[in-house]
């Protein structure tokens, strides 16, 4: 390939863009295409190694909710995806979490392991009491069945915070 086509192609289309220079239009489109390219990422048989790993996904995801969304992704013995799944919707400043209906979904989908995850609408990625509280009754049922809390993190439009990462689980 002649050096002129492989520079071409080392190129960044959108290297130069930025929010200011986008209409909410083509604004709405990136995001879209963010997220195809991410679905792409996190599809099933996927391994998560790192909280890293899913924090891009998660802050697009959930990016711009007005209300608390709380979800599970659901996993195998060796960290790879099974579901993703957003199992409860709330208000702005908090949702009502089932631990019965998270344990029943980890049985449906064969399930060893999990990572939680829930919005901050309001800001403010630090986990709160009723966070860890939340967390302390899940892993309190899941491990009557013998599935395990990799993480539970909490997301903002701006940030994420592990658990894990923080000591608490």
């Not at 989908?109 to 009754?137: Q, Y």
Request: charged share 20%; net charge positive.
């Amino acid at each position: 390939m002649p050096a002129t086509q492989a520079a071409c192609t080392d190129s960044n289309r959108f290297e130069s863009l930025t929010p200011a220079s986008l209409s909410n239009s083509e604004k709405s489109s990136v995001v879209a295409l963010a997220l195809a390219v991410l679905k792409q990422r996190w599809r099933p048989g996927r391994s998560y190694r790192t909280p890293a790993d899913i924090e891009g996904l998660l802050r697009l995801k959930l990016a711009g909710r007005r209300n608390e969304v709380f979800g599970v992704l659901y996993l195998d013995s060796r960290n790879r995806l099974i579901e993703l799944i957003e199992l409860f919707q709330g208000t702005v400043d908090g949702a009502a979490v089932y631990p019965r209906v998270v344990a029943q979904r980890a049985l449906e989908k064969n399930s060893a392991a999990v990572v939680l995850f829930h919005n901050h609408p309001s800001g403010g990625a630090e986990g709160s009491e009723s966070d860890r509280l939340i967390t302390t009754k899940l892993s309190q049922a899941l491990a009557l069945i013998d599935v395990r809390i990799v993480d539970h993190l909490v997301v903002t439009d701006g940030d994420v915070a592990s658990m894990a990462r923080n000591g608490w689980i």
